[in-house]
């Protein structure tokens, strides 16, 4: 079983930036696809960002250009750079390891609002 805990989320202007940090609890990290996730109130869950082992990314549309993923493999740690972020970037965000069972973080909201 792989846990994952997220950090980094919070209340922040239009316009701002924050980063997300999701932490692994197994070194397994390295080989396995990451991925952020968001689920605003009343919406599906959608994806936001991916990262593969060989460090190959993929963006939503709606945040190309504004978010970056990363990972340090040696942290088993993937972030989430998210710069001039918008109202509707509010929502709750989830880290996700693509494993053979597929394991979810327990999200962290972040609310963009002036």
């Known amino acids: 079983q792989v846990q994952l805990v997220e950090s980094g989320g919070g209340l922040v202007q239009p316009g701002g930036s924050l980063r997300l940090s999701c932490a692994a609890s197994?070194?397994?990290?390295?080989?396995?696809?990451m991925g952020w996730y968001r689920q605003a109130p009343g919406k599906e869950r959608e994806m936001v960002a991916r990262i593969f082992s060989g460090g190959t990314t993929t963006y939503a549309d709606f945040v190309k250009g504004r978010f970056t993923i990363s990972r340090d493999n040696a942290k088993n740690t993937v972030y989430l750079q998210m710069n001039s972020l918008k109202p509707e970037d509010t929502a709750v965000y989830y880290c996700?390891?693509?494993?053979?069972?597929?394991?979810w973080g327990q999200g962290t909201q972040v609310t963009v609002s002036s």
């Open positions: 996700h390891i693509a494993t053979m069972t597929g394991y």
């Open positions: 197994k070194s397994i990290f390295s080989i396995y696809a």
